[in-house]
């Protein structure tokens, strides 16, 4: 095995599969493009350039977006320098992974003889040529070209002063990438499997774009002959590849709603594999208000609360997940007669799409282990249990208060990438790390009563001016340093004031004993511990590396 040297002398073990990863995305794109396919130019940048970058000494800002890390555990028979503790397994793809669709639109914008010389270019060129890219597609003036009705594009229907059309031309699609400012013009309209369609203004003056792929008579990795008709909404743009804004996003939203709810489902189901619908949101969601699901196949869909869909998906699998999550937790429960009622054990309660902890929790005394209730949909900690013996994972919600939660924790307390303003309801003891980054924070308040044992870990804002990242000096003023510290009853002292590289791990390369201190500074959504196991059930054994928690494939760019 080829042996990478990945962020600050970190070995990656399995660059390989890292590779396979891009090799996979690439297959999914190509759609019989030769230039995507092994040999072909775009496909050789992939494998060489943008590989280089991912495992070489790059600015860890930018590269940390694009994969996630884990700490690498040696197995018997394995190289000796695997033993290393600063050793890495690449385990998914980051947040900025969809960008990958946005380097290959501007491959794909370029001539065949200017296509042909990208493969010796370094990442940092490519990254500067698609930022002038964009500016010069966000630039270009609308053309004068007349559409015609009937020829160009057909009408769907109209939503109050606006229009939905569907596009039929190359003239079509070339107006909306000049009135969008982004590259559907480069886009082909013999594509028979690609619908683009867009909302218009009483001037003709487009607002929204959104791309249909169809998939038909097996066509496409993820359709199984059982699926001969699907179409999927992949991408949701508004100017400049933003998402849709305003009175737009509402009109977009109730737009999809109603293209979801025309397609065709089987309402017998009685299990997710024989439910087949006709019609899925894969990519831009969240811009309209929808929520992401992992689908039993590997893949992230979108929904809203109150399609017919998702209120089938919802019968047939969430409360069935969630019931065997708690009866799992349930099993370990003792009543101590001098305590009161226990869980021996871990409290896993995590992936269960929960809105809320439990109510059979609420009356738990203490767990004898870990309290595990991240990547749920909670906004509060309401019906924890009093005192954890082990560490609270409660990161990927959307809490908005603490209050509610446990009040002793003897291991860490990791609310992190969460919608918390302040830090109400914060445990009174922590033995442990406190890891409250990426929150919307805007005080501290809540911190007064709470003594941390380890180190308080903030971040998450992006310092303007810093491609590597600085973001102790960036800081809001209420995040520096000495008043973090001041904030808090008592945090473990006697450690250095060294700073954790971003990404570290603990135990790892980034958190040596003397790069420790009460607090550290760590960079825009990036976790700095391993996340916990899934509860073994059968779902969680159909995780897909390339679409875990912090990465979305769904979501290309019309750019």
């Known amino acids: 095995m080829i042996s990478f040297k990945l962020y600050y002398e970190a070995n990656i073990a399995n660059a390989e599969v890292l590779k396979g990863a891009i090799e996979d995305y690439l297959w999914q794109q190509a759609g019989g493009d030769p230039d995507l396919q092994p040999g072909g130019p775009i496909h050789r940048w992939f494998t060489t350039s943008f590989m280089k970058f991912l495992t070489g000494p790059v600015a860890p800002i930018v590269a940390l977006r694009y994969v996630g890390l884990d700490q690498h555990e040696y197995k018997e028979g394995e190289p000796e320098w695997m033993k290393k503790s600063d050793v890495v397994d690449y385990i998914r793809a980051g947040t900025d992974w969809p ?11 370029l001539s065949d003889h200017d296509r042909k010389k990208i493969v010796k270019k370094p990442y940092d060129q490519v990254y500067q040529e698609v930022a002038q890219w964009d500016k010069d597609l966000a630039a270009q003036e609308r053309s004068d070209t007349k559409l015609k009705e009937g020829t160009d594009y057909e009408v769907l229907y109209k939503d109050g002063y606006y229009t939905w059309v569907e596009l039929s031309t190359k003239a079509a699609y070339e107006c909306e990438g000049e009135g969008m400012g982004h590259c559907v013009g480069g886009y082909d309209p013999e594509e028979e499997n ?6 218009w203004d009483k001037k003709g003056d487009p607002h929204v774009t959104i791309e249909i792929q169809r998939y038909g008579d097996s066509q496409g990795p993820w359709v199984s002959d059982a699926h001969e008709d699907i179409q999927e909404i992949v991408q949701i743009k508004g100017k400049q590849n933003e998402a849709p804004v305003g009175k737009y996003k509402e009109i977009t939203a109730r737009f999809v709603k109603k293209w979801l709810d025309e397609g065709t489902f089987n ?12 019609r899925d949101v894969v990519g831009d969601g969240r811009g309209i208000g929808m929520f992401r699901w992992e689908g039993d196949d590997g893949r992230w869909y979108w929904y809203f609360e109150d399609s017919k869909v998702w209120k089938m998906i919802y019968k047939l699998h969430v409360i069935p997940l969630q019931q065997d999550r708690i009866q799992n937790v349930k099993k370990r429960m003792v009543d101590d007669p001098s305590v009161g009622l226990l869980v021996n054990g871990d409290a896993n309660i995590s992936h269960g799409f929960f809105e809320e902890i439990p109510k059979e929790l609420a009356n738990v005394r203490g767990v004898a282990g870990d309290l595990i209730v991240n990547s749920n949909r909670l906004t509060s900690l309401k019906n924890s249990p009093i005192d954890i013996d082990g560490s609270v994972f409660a990161a990927n919600n959307e809490l908005e208060t603490l209050e509610g939660g446990p009040s002793t924790v003897d291991g860490d307390f990791k609310v992190d990438r969460n919608n918390l303003k302040n830090l109400k309801g914060l445990p009174e003891q922590i033995s442990g ?8 924070l805007e005080s501290l308040e809540g911190a007064e009563n709470t003594v941390v044992g380890g180190v308080v870990f903030v971040g998450g804002w992006q310092p303007e001016g810093h491609v590597t990242g600085d973001w102790e000096t960036s800081a809001p003023d209420f995040m520096q340093r000495d008043k973090v510290i001041d904030a808090f009853k008592h945090i473990g002292k006697g450690l250095g004031r060294g700073k954790v590289y971003p990404g570290a791990w603990e135990g790892g390369a980034g958190r040596r004993s003397d790069d420790q201190g009460e607090v550290q500074y760590v960079s825009q959504g990036v976790t700095v511990y391993p996340p916990p196991p899934r509860p073994n059930t059968r779902r969680d054994d159909h995780w897909n590396p390339l679409e875990g928690e912090a990465g979305e494939l769904a979501d290309p760019d019309l750019d």
């Open 267 to 278: 309402e017998q189901a009685k299990s997710l594999e024989e439910l087949e619908p006709s």
């Open 433 to 440: 790390d406190l890891h409250i980054n990426s929150n919307p």
């Open 99 to 109: 960008k990958l669709a946005h380097i290959i639109d501007y491959f794909k914008s």
């Open 194 to 199: 690609s619908t683009i369609i867009s909302l």
